[in-house]
Structure formats: C-alpha cells, structure tokens
C-alpha cells in the first residue's frame, strides 16, 4: 500500500464518519507503512490508538484491504516511541513527499524536498519578512553570518516553506553545497537507528561531513536525552567548521520545555526570527497566488476576488486552513460546474468557517475540565486544595492559558479570584506533569481536542 491509498482510506473514512470525528481520529495519525498484511500506523498518544482501533478499527481494515492485498491486522504506534515499534524488517522511511519529490544529493540522506515550496512560491508580508529575508541571507551562501538561524511560530505559517526554499536555492547553485535537510523527528529515528545497528561512528561522519544542516521542528527532541546530547556534538562540530546551521521550531528556543539549557544557549547564539501570524494583507496576498495557480490547473474556473476578500476576513491565520478551502473550492467547482462566488463559497465551506469562527472560552474550558473530572464547577472555583479539586484546576488553567487570548491575571479572576502567579504555577506543573506522566498528558490532549472541535 502506498501512502496515496491512505489518503483514499482516508477520505473514505471521512465520508463515512463526519468531518468532526474525523478530524479530532483520523487526522492526527500517521501512515507509516504496510507489510505482510499489518497496516502500520502511528498516532501521537496511545490513547488516540486505542481509540481509533476500537471504535474505527474494522472499518479502516476493510477500507485499506484489497483484493491482492488483504489488512488483517493494524499496528498502532505512538508517534514519539516510533523507533522502537516500527517492523523490524522495514527500512526507515522518510515522512511522505507532500508533492513530488526530487531526490536530494545521492549520498546523503536528506529528506525529499517538495518541489512546489520554493521562494517563487512564497508571498512576503509585514508578518515574515524579516524571517524571508533571513531564509535568503542563508539561500545565497557565501561567509556564514549567523549561526544557527533559528526560524519559529505557530503551525502553518511557514517555516517548512522556507526551509525548503532554502535547500532548493542552495543545491541549484553551481557548487552545490552539500544539504542535508530532516525534521528533528527524522534526526532521531536515524539516531537511533544507528545505535541500534552499531554504526553511530557513520552517522557522526555523515551529519558533520554537511555544508549546512537544517532540522525541521527541533521541539520534538525536548525529552529526548540522548538524541539532544547527539544533536548538540553535531551542532558544535558543525559551527567549529563554520558550516551553515538552520533550525525550525513551534517556539523561541527559551521557551521549548524539557530542552537542554546548554542547547536553548546555542540556539538562541545566532540569529532568531519569528513567523508572526498572519495579518488580513498577507492572507489576502497569499489567497491570490494560490487561486492563479488553481485557475492555471484548472482552466475555465477561477474564484471571484470578492470570495478571496471573504476568506482572508473570516479564515484563521493557519495558511494552511486557507489553502485546504482554496483547493476545496476549485475541485467543488470543477465537478459540479458551478463558479466560485461568495455564495457557493458559504455553501462549500460551512465546516471551516464555523471552525474559525469558535473561540474557546475560559468558561467552557472550567465547564469540560469539570466534567472530566467529576467535579463540580464551584469546587474547581473554590478554595480546596486536594488533589482530586487542585489537579482538574490546573489542568483548567493550563489549558486557559493555552486555547485563549486571556492574560494570566484575567485567567486568575475566572478561577475565583486567584492571583496570577497560582496559574503562572499551575501552567508549569501540568507542562512537566506532562512530560513524565503519559496520563495527564492524554488527558490534557483529550479535552484540547474535545474543546477544539
Ligand atoms: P509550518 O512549517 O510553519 O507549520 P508550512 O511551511 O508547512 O508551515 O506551511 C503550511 C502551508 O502554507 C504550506 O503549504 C506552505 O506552502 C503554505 N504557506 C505558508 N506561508 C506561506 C507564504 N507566505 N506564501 C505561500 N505559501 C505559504
Ligand atoms: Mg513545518
């Protein structure tokens, strides 16, 4: 099975269950392969597996089962302890291309660029501008200025566009430079995988023989211990040689819990440049390239610049929800044949504005948290300290701090009168709570996602 038929299971799967369960299930897994009838995939906590065998086990199953192959068993993995659960007799395998892939340098193994993330293909506003810049600084070549550069932000605003770009634009280069381009997740596996094969000696040669290393999403190794202890040898033989270093994350490096103080100091040594979100211009901006580029694949149909205008008001600044409701658009109006204008746009779009739409409030989080937990809203509220009432209200509070716009001492009035620094200590307790209890950390994801929805 190869990863285009998951994604026909998938959309199957969506079908037959709804937009909403799907999205909560379904989306978060990943396929990691299918081998001798096992369908392997990995889901990011185990209770998101159980779940998803229990209730959409069978059907998945069937919907993966051909005539000349048949699934009779569906392996799940967590996302995180994928090294160890992965069949043995597999080869590691890179995340799936999102488009085709070129294949990168011969000798290294780099993950496979996708084609289409260039910087022709990037549309510059106030919100990236400076992380553009930098991108391009890195892309020419030449004396290494900065060291590493450290791109962050939220999710969907870019950084694996740029990155990408980046390795385009270096390996087009008549001395081509040598690239190696992973996520932090990929730099782990091979970790790993080295250490179980016993030829680490080959993996430090190969990471420290690059001309630049960019690791994609460097977050995911908080926690990981000796993965950060080998990343950091390779960093520090990297800069020693003056060789070009680019890191991704989902947030400043002072900010990644469970990363290394050593490690947070590197990276913050070079330069640092945020992804803000996206501002009205900018999605607007970004909507218009896309929508050429669709009308080009699909001639005769090209969405009403007013439709563009509405999306950029009403979708969220993920760039990535925009584009899904742009291609959604075009292939709904390719195969019912009718244009793209405001109204057929509110029809075929109902789910995704209705998301963007939801702002979760710290009343509702209370109202969940309770719910969860068995206890009653004036107790989460109240004075009590016992752990059975404490635990939920910082579970509460956390998630305030995290799913709202709220300030820390606004949280604290909600929470019955509670001064800032109780949340400030409540967001802190449950962020190490969740790194070494897998149950709160399900939990916590849980009701993210049941809130979400
Ligand atoms: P991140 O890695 O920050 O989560 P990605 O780089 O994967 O985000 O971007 C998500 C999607 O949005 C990609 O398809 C990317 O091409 C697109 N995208 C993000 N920012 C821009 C931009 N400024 N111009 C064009 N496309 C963009
Ligand atoms: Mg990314």
């Known amino acids: 099975m190869e990863t285009d038929v998951w994604c026909t299971v998938k959309s199957g799967l969506q079908e037959a269950i709804g937009d909403s369960a799907f999205k909560t299930w379904i989306a978060p897994l990943e396929y990691r392969g299918c081998d001798n009838g096992v369908l392997y995939l ?5 209770f998101i597996g159980n779940w998803v065998s229990q209730h959409y086990g069978e059907r998945l199953r069937r919907l993966a089962s ?24 597999e080869a590691p395998r890179a995340p799936a291309p999102r488009h085709a892939p070129e294949p990168a340098q011969a000798d290294l193994p780099s993950s496979p660029l ?3 993330l260039t910087f022709d293909s990037f549309v510059v ?19 290494v200025t900065f060291n590493p550069l450290f791109l962050y932000g939220g999710v969907g605003l870019g950084k694996t566009h740029l990155m990408h770009a980046i390795a385009h634009e270096i390996q087009s280069a008549d001395k081509a430079p040598r690239v190696l381009y992973l ?33 994609d999403d460097v977050q ?5 211990e000796s993965t950060q202890e080998e990343f950091f040898h390779t960093f520090n033989a990297l800069v020693d040689q003056n060789k070009q270093i680019v890191i991704s994350a989902d947030c400043a490096p002072g900010e990644i819990s469970g990363l290394e103080e050593r490690i947070k100091s590197r990276l913050q040594s070079g330069l640092v440049v945020d992804l803000h979100p996206t501002d009205y211009e900018l999605r607007l901006g970004i909507l218009q390239a896309k929508s050429e580029h669709q009308a080009r694949l699909n001639p005769g149909i090209e969405a009403d610049a007013r439709v563009l205008e509405f999306l950029a008001h009403r979708i969220s600044s993920n760039v990535r929800v925009l584009e899904g409701a742009l291609t959604r658009l075009y292939a709904f109006a390719s195969l019912v044949g009718r244009p793209i204008n405001l109204d057929m746009a509110q029809e075929c779009l109902a789910d995704v504005l209705r998301a963007s739409e939801r702002k979760v409030t710290v009343e509702e989080i209370i109202r969940k948290v309770a719910d969860h937990y068995n206890v009653r809203m004036a107790e989460l509220l109240g004075p ?8 939920p209200r910082q579970v509460a509070m956390f998630l305030s701090k995290n799913l709202t716009t709220k300030s820390l001492p606004e949280i604290g009035r909600r929470f019955g009168g509670r001064d800032h620094t109780t949340v400030i200590h409540a967001v802190k307790k449950i962020e190490e709570l969740r790194a070494v209890d897998s149950q709160i950390s399900e939990e916590v994801e849980l009701l993210r996602r049941m809130l979400e929805a």
Do not use: C, W
Not at 125 to 143: D, F, I, S, T, W
């Open 125 to 143: 506003g106030k919100p990236n501008e400076l992380a553009h810049a930098a991108a391009r600084r890195v892309a020419e070549g030449g004396p």
């Open 114 to 116: 996708d084609s289409r």
């Open 183 to 215: 996520s932090a997740e990929q730099f782990m596996y091979r970790f790993v995988q080295a250490l179980r094969f016993k030829n680490t000696h080959s993996f430090k040669e190969l990471f420290r023989s690059v001309d630049v290393l960019m690791v």
């Open 42 to 46: 990995s889901a990011p906590s185990s």
């Open 384 to 391: 009590r300290r016992a752990r059975a009432v404490s635990r």
């Open 220 to 224: 995911f190794i908080a926690g990981k």
């Open 66 to 89: 051909s005539p000349d192959h048949a699934v009779s068993r569906i392996d799940f993995s967590v996302s995180g302890a994928r090294q160890q659960q992965a069949p043995a007799r």
